[in-house]
C-alpha cells in the first residue's frame, strides 16, 4: 500500500494506492470518510494527522509511493500554502440539490451564509448546509469579490466512480419481494406508491446478499449495506430513508420482531428550493402545446397545484363548475381537499369532454384505463423543448409554480397550504424564499410616518 498527497478539486486530499482488495477498501471505510477516484484509480481521504495517523495505526506497511517523501507529509505544512487555503471557499453542490460551504472562519461569510434558506452548520464536519438558487450565487460571489476570496464552484451531482443500480438480469437468480410483505403492505393500506418504492428498496437489500436466506440477514450485514448505499452507490438522504423502512417493516411488522433500530444512521433530510417557472414561462409552456387533451392536462395540474397522481386519479364527477372547484380524492396522507377550478379553463375542459368523452377516469390512455404517469411525464418534457425552457422542471414544478404565484400574487400563506394540502405550514413556508415578489409588497413603517 502507498500514500501521495495532492490537490483535489480545490483541496488537498491523501490518496491511498492498492491492488484491488475488498476487504482493505471496507477498513479503510470504517476508519473515515473516504471518496473513489476514477482519475486517479485511488481512494482518497481528508489530508489531516489525525485521519493519517488512523490509517497507518491500522495499514503500518502504509509506505509513501516516493522514496524520499516523508513519513508523516502533514507535518511540514507550507506557511504560504496554508496561507491560500484560508482565502478559498468551496462550494460543494450535491445531487440531493443541497450546497455545502467550506471555509475557513470569517464573520462576514457567516453572517450572509445564516441568512441562506434552511442554513445549518455541522459543528463536527465544519461546513454550512444551505439551500442556494441565482439569488444566493450572486451574493456569494459579490462578497468574496470584495473580501479577496476565491470562490470554488464544485458540482459533485455527476460525479464519476459510483455503481449504478444493479438491473434484475444482471444478478443471477433474483429474488422477488416476498409476496407476504406486499399483502401487508396492502392490508395496512399503504398507498400504491409507497409498496412499490418498499418493493425495489427490498429487492435491492436481498440481492445485495442473494447468497443468504432473508432471515439469516445479521444486524451487521443490514449497516454494511447501508454503507454500501452511501459511498459505494451514492444514494439521496431520501433514498437511504427509505431503505431502512422497507427493510424495517419486514423484519419488524412482517416478521412480528421487536422494534429495532438496527444502529443504522438516518441522514437528516435536506431541504432544497424548489424549481419555479416565472408567469411568463408557463404561458410559453402552454401556448406550445397544440393537443387539446395535453395541454387541458397542462394548465389543469397549474392552475389547481395539483400532484401527478391527483390529476391522474380524477373523475367526471369531482369537477364541479357550479362551486367553481375541485375535489381532490383521497390525496397523500389519505386525505380529501378542495381546491380552485379556474373560469377560464372551465370551456376548455368542456370541449376536452365532447370530444374525448372518457368513461372511468378525467384522463385516460389510449386504450382506456388511467393515463400513464410517464406519458404525462414525457409530454411535459417535450413541451418544455417546444417553448425553449431551460430549467431542469417537471410536472411538480407546475405544483410549485402554483403556489409561488399565487403567493406572489398577495394570497394569505394558510390558503395555500390548504389548497396544496399540506399539513404543516412549515412545508408551505419553503415557498416564501423563492418568490420574487415577497419582499417589494412590504413597505417599512416609517413611509406611514408624516416626517
Same mark, same amino acid.
Given at each position: 500500500?502507498?500514500?501521495?498527497?495532492?490537490?483535489?478539486?480545490?483541496?488537498?486530499?491523501?490518496?491511498?494506492? #492498492?491492488?484491488? =482488495?475488498?476487504?482493505?477498501?471496507?477498513?479503510?471505510?470504517?476508519? +473515515?470518510?473516504?471518496?473513489?477516484?476514477?482519475?486517479?484509480?485511488?481512494?482518497?481521504?481528508?489530508?489531516?494527522?489525525?485521519?493519517?495517523?488512523?490509517?497507518?495505526?491500522?495499514?503500518?506497511?502504509?509506505?509513501?509511493?516516493?522514496?524520499?517523501?516523508?513519513?508523516?507529509?502533514?507535518?511540514?505544512?507550507?506557511?504560504?500554502? &496554508?496561507?491560500?487555503?484560508?482565502?478559498?471557499?468551496?462550494?460543494?453542490?450535491?445531487?440531493?440539490?443541497?450546497?455545502?460551504?467550506?471555509?475557513?472562519?470569517?464573520?462576514?461569510?457567516?453572517?450572509?451564509?445564516?441568512? #441562506?434558506? #434552511?442554513?445549518? !452548520?455541522?459543528?463536527?464536519?465544519?461546513?454550512?448546509?444551505?439551500?442556494?438558487?441565482?439569488?444566493?450565487?450572486?451574493?456569494? =460571489?459579490?462578497?468574496?469579490?470584495?473580501?479577496?476570496?476565491?470562490?470554488?464552484?464544485?458540482?459533485?451531482?455527476?460525479?464519476?466512480?459510483?455503481?449504478?443500480?444493479?438491473?434484475?438480469? @444482471?444478478?443471477?437468480?433474483?429474488?422477488?419481494?416476498?409476496?407476504?410483505?406486499?399483502?401487508?403492505?396492502?392490508?395496512?393500506? !399503504?398507498?400504491?406508491?409507497?409498496?412499490?418504492?418498499?418493493?425495489?428498496?427490498?429487492?435491492? #437489500?436481498?440481492? !445485495?446478499?442473494?447468497?443468504?436466506?432473508?432471515?439469516?440477514?445479521?444486524?451487521?450485514?443490514?449497516?454494511?449495506?447501508?454503507?454500501?448505499?452511501?459511498?459505494?452507490?451514492?444514494?439521496?438522504?431520501?433514498?437511504?430513508?427509505?431503505?431502512?423502512?422497507?427493510?424495517? /417493516?419486514?423484519?419488524?411488522?412482517?416478521?412480528?420482531?421487536?422494534?429495532?433500530?438496527?444502529? $443504522?444512521?438516518?441522514? %437528516?433530510?435536506?431541504?432544497?428550493?424548489?424549481?419555479?417557472?416565472?408567469?411568463?414561462?408557463?404561458?410559453? %409552456?402552454?401556448?406550445?402545446?397544440?393537443?387539446?387533451?395535453?395541454?387541458?392536462?397542462?394548465?389543469?395540474?397549474?392552475?389547481?397545484?395539483?400532484?401527478?397522481?391527483?390529476?391522474?386519479? %380524477?373523475?367526471?364527477? =369531482?369537477?364541479? *363548475?357550479?362551486?367553481?372547484?375541485?375535489?381532490?380524492?383521497?390525496?397523500?396522507?389519505?386525505?380529501?381537499?378542495?381546491?380552485?377550478?379556474?373560469?377560464? $379553463? %372551465?370551456?376548455?375542459?368542456?370541449? !376536452?369532454?365532447?370530444?374525448?368523452?372518457?368513461?372511468?377516469? $378525467? /384522463?385516460?390512455? &389510449?386504450?382506456?384505463?388511467?393515463?400513464? @404517469?410517464?406519458?404525462?411525464? +414525457?409530454?411535459?418534457?417535450?413541451?418544455?423543448?417546444?417553448?425553449?425552457?431551460?430549467?431542469?422542471?417537471?410536472?411538480?414544478?407546475?405544483?410549485? *409554480?402554483?403556489?409561488?404565484?399565487?403567493? &406572489?400574487?398577495?394570497?394569505?400563506?394558510?390558503?395555500?397550504?390548504?389548497?396544496?394540502?399540506?399539513?404543516? *405550514?412549515?412545508?408551505?413556508?419553503?415557498? +416564501?424564499?423563492?418568490?420574487?415578489?415577497?419582499?417589494?409588497?412590504?413597505?417599512?413603517?416609517?413611509?406611514?410616518? =408624516?416626517?
Amino acid at each position: 500500500m502507498h500514500y501521495y498527497d495532492k490537490i483535489h478539486r480545490g483541496e488537498k486530499r491523501l490518496f491511498i494506492k #492498492f491492488p484491488y =482488495d475488498r476487504s482493505i477498501a471496507d477498513k479503510l471505510k470504517e476508519i +473515515t470518510s473516504c471518496q473513489w477516484s476514477q482519475t486517479e484509480k485511488a481512494w482518497h481521504v481528508e489530508a489531516s494527522h489525525a485521519v493519517f495517523i488512523k490509517i497507518k495505526e491500522v495499514f503500518p506497511e502504509l509506505q509513501p509511493l516516493q522514496p524520499s517523501a516523508d513519513a508523516n507529509p502533514f507535518e511540514k505544512a507550507s506557511a504560504l500554502a &496554508e496561507k491560500i487555503q484560508r482565502r478559498i471557499v468551496r462550494v460543494v453542490h450535491y445531487k440531493t440539490g443541497r450546497y455545502r460551504v467550506i471555509a475557513h472562519y470569517h464573520a462576514g461569510l457567516v453572517s450572509i451564509l445564516k441568512d #441562506f434558506p #434552511f442554513a445549518k !452548520y455541522d459543528k463536527g464536519e465544519k461546513w454550512w448546509s444551505v439551500a442556494i438558487e441565482e439569488k444566493q450565487k450572486k451574493v456569494l =460571489d459579490t462578497f468574496c469579490q470584495a473580501e479577496g476570496l476565491e470562490i470554488v464552484w464544485v458540482d459533485e451531482r455527476t460525479k464519476t466512480g459510483l455503481k449504478p443500480k444493479p438491473r434484475a438480469y @444482471e444478478i443471477p437468480n433474483y429474488r422477488k419481494c416476498p409476496e407476504v410483505m406486499l399483502e401487508k403492505l396492502q392490508m395496512m393500506r !399503504y398507498s400504491a406508491n409507497t409498496i412499490e418504492v418498499y418493493k425495489q428498496s427490498f429487492e435491492e #437489500f436481498i440481492n !445485495y446478499y442473494n447468497t443468504k436466506r432473508i432471515d439469516d440477514i445479521t444486524e451487521p450485514e443490514i449497516i454494511a449495506y447501508m454503507r454500501y448505499l452511501v459511498q459505494e452507490r451514492g444514494v439521496s438522504a431520501s433514498s437511504q430513508n427509505q431503505s431502512v423502512n422497507a427493510i424495517k /417493516f419486514y423484519y419488524e411488522k412482517v416478521k412480528g420482531g421487536a422494534r429495532k433500530f438496527y444502529q $443504522l444512521e438516518r441522514p %437528516l433530510k435536506e431541504t432544497k428550493l424548489p424549481t419555479v417557472l416565472s408567469v411568463e414561462e408557463v404561458q410559453a %409552456l402552454i401556448s406550445s402545446t397544440q393537443n387539446l387533451k395535453h395541454r387541458v392536462m397542462i394548465m389543469l395540474c397549474y392552475s389547481a397545484g395539483l400532484r401527478l397522481s391527483e390529476l391522474l386519479n %380524477l373523475k367526471s364527477g =369531482d369537477i364541479d *363548475s357550479d362551486r367553481m372547484q375541485i375535489k381532490i380524492k383521497g390525496a397523500k396522507g389519505k386525505k380529501d381537499r378542495y381546491t380552485l377550478l379556474s373560469a377560464k $379553463l %372551465l370551456p376548455l375542459l368542456r370541449d !376536452y369532454y365532447q370530444q374525448y368523452h372518457p368513461k372511468a377516469y $378525467l /384522463f385516460e390512455g &389510449e386504450k382506456g384505463g388511467m393515463y400513464s @404517469e410517464r406519458s404525462m411525464q +414525457t409530454l411535459v418534457q417535450d413541451a418544455l423543448k417546444r417553448a425553449k425552457i431551460a430549467k431542469h422542471a417537471t410536472v411538480h414544478t407546475l405544483r410549485h *409554480s402554483f403556489a409561488t404565484h399565487l403567493l &406572489e400574487n398577495g394570497t394569505d400563506l394558510r390558503y395555500i397550504q390548504n389548497l396544496l394540502g399540506h399539513s404543516s *405550514s412549515k412545508t408551505t413556508e419553503v415557498y +416564501t424564499h423563492v418568490t420574487s415578489k415577497a419582499l417589494s409588497g412590504i413597505k417599512s413603517p416609517l413611509d406611514s410616518l =408624516d416626517v
